[in-house]
Nanobody, 114 residues
């Protein structure tokens, strides 16, 4: 069974920073990409950022220039550095691991107060 575990969420004031982490038990050579999605109350889950096995990154327009996705050298842990946070960034952030299947974590809450 593949495990996906997020951490690092919390409460922060607008303009502040948080760093999320996501670790998976999946073998790195099986992973094609890992990414972050978020879901705010009453809204659909949306894409935030991802990083491919080759190191390519993609970002939602709403977070470009503020969020940075990275990964460790082993290739099975990713990070999301979130700077200049806004109240509209408030959501549950989920990590997704893509192999030949998709795996999701349980989510971590990020709350940005105004």
């Amino acid at each position: 069974q593949v495990h996906v575990v997020e951490s690092g969420g919390g409460l922060v004031q607008a303009g502040g920073s948080l760093r999320l982490s996501c670790a998976t038990s999946e073998r790195s050579f099986s992973i094609t990409s890992m990414g972050w999605y978020r879901q705010a109350p009453g809204k659909q889950r949306e894409f935030v950022a991802d990083i491919t096995s080759g190191g390519g990154t993609n970002y939602a327009d709403s977070v470009k220039g503020r969020f940075t996705i990275s990964r460790d050298r082993a290739g099975n842990t990713i990070y999301l550095q979130m700077n200049s946070l806004k109240p509209e960034d408030t959501a549950v952030y989920y990590c997704r691991v893509t192999t030949t299947l998709l795996y999701w974590g349980q989510g971590t809450q990020v709350t940005v107060s105004s």
